[in-house]
Structure formats: C-alpha cells, structure tokens
C-alpha cells in the first residue's frame, strides 16, 4: 500500500538546536517529494521538493531534505532553530498514478 | 489570476442532509485533489482527478463522491451527512509538469455537521 509516515508527531528543540524531521514513503519507484509547513491558522506553504535531480535538496528558511532511495526517505534538517520555526511540518509524496498522499504531520516546538 | 477557488468558506448541516463543495481553479492544472484535515491527522486525501472524465479514491473516500467533467472544476458531494465529516476540506491542483509539482490550495472549507 502507498503510505508517507512521519516518525514523531511532536518534536521540541532549543533555539540554536539542530532540527531533524522524519519521512519515509512506500514505494519501489522514486517518486516526487514534498515538505510543506503550516503556521497556526495558515494555510500550507512548499519549504522544498525532490524531483530527481540532486538529491540534496534546498528549500527555504534554511531547511534542506536529503532523498535516500536505499532507505525509503527523505528527512528534514534545519542546523539551528530558530523560534519563528515553530510550526508544523508535513511530508507529502507523489506516487505513480499521480496520487498525493501526505503523512500526518509533525509538530515543532522551538524552546528559549 | 484567482488560483483555486473554494465554496463556501464555512456550512452547519444537519445530520442526514446534503451538500456540494465546490472547487474551481484558472491554471489549466490536470490533476485536482481533495482532502480533509483534522487536528493531529495531517490531510487525508479523499477523492483526486488526473485529468477532466478521470477520477480515483483516495485513502479515505467513504460518503464522499466527485465528478470532472472540466479541467477546471472538481466538486465534492457528501450525500448523508454525519458528524465524523466535520472537518476542514481543502481542495488543491498542481501541473503534471515533473518538474513543479507544487500543489496550489484552496482556502479551505470549515464544515461541520450537527
């Protein structure tokens, strides 16, 4: 079955902190992958996508994504939190087919 | 350039009763999604289209239904409602361009039924 899961549906780190967002996806074909933020009572804004080309992936605010294939994900870092990070966080693949799936979300708490 | 347009913003129901969310977008996008968010739950992908005349089930179709008979619109139909579809439903598009992808959101529908 497709499934995106997200480990961790809450995760708190001190401002300055590395920050590590957990994503892995079902699938035998590399597909397309997203991470998308949602601030309180704010619609969801793309931070970064995988598309097959490098698989270091940039996005904004600092956060970058590194796609590994061999292990079916595609986490989230950011090497220093800040407090305006505080959001949360969703994973979302595109399986062949075209189907969207997104996983449940993780919430980031960012301490003084 | 109006993107995705979603319709209503917010709608009471009763138990039992029917509605239609409508959702319309400007960008000649092919594929066409709905979803529902509920707190902790992330979104949910109900129903999506790949094209106008084509659609598939998503991870959580039950009293749901849709139909595209255009590029541009993509209803959703909650025939009898209950109170477990009180929920947010976001509609969204994207190109079928490899290399975007980005998916376009509606504003969202805050439905709740009583």
């Known amino acids: 079955a497709q499934s995106v899961t997200q480990l961790g549906s809450h995760v708190s780190v001190s401002e300055g902190a590395l920050v590590l967002l957990r994503c892995n996806y079902s699938?035998?074909?590399?597909?397309?992958l997203f991470w998308y933020v949602q601030y309180p009572n704010q619609g969801l804004q793309l931070l970064l996508k995988?598309?097959?080309?490098?698989?270091l992936v940039k996005g904004i605010n600092g956060f970058e994504a590194e796609f590994k294939k061999s292990e079916t994900s595609f986490h989230l870092t950011k090497p220093s939190a800040h407090m305006s990070d505080a959001a949360e966080y969703f994973c979302?693949?595109?399986?062949?087919?075209?189907?969207?799936?997104f996983g449940q979300g993780t919430e980031l708490s960012v301490k003084p | 350039n109006a993107g995705v347009t979603q319709t209503p913003k917010f709608r009471i129901l009763k138990i039992g009763q029917s509605m239609t969310l409508q959702c319309t977008q400007d960008?000649?996008?092919?594929?066409m999604y709905w979803y529902r968010q509920d707190p902790g739950m992330g979104l949910k992908l109900i129903y999506y289209?790949?094209?106008?005349?084509?659609?598939d089930k998503g991870e959580v179709p039950n009293g749901y239904n849709v139909s595209r008979s255009t590029t541009e619109d993509f209803p959703l139909r909650l025939e009898l409602a209950a109170p477990s579809q009180t929920s947010v439903y976001f509609c969204?598009?994207?190109?079928?361009?490899?290399?975007?992808?980005?998916?376009?959101f509606g504003e969202g529908s805050r439905l709740t039924v009583l």
């Open positions: 969204a598009s994207r190109s079928g361009h490899p290399n975007t992808g980005e998916l376009f």
């Open positions: 699938s035998s074909v590399p597909p397309y």
């Open positions: 995988y598309t097959s080309a490098a698989t």
């Open positions: 979302a693949v595109i399986f062949q087919g075209g189907k969207l799936i």
């Open positions: 960008m000649n996008h092919n594929y």
């Open positions: 289209s790949v094209g106008a005349g084509i659609t």
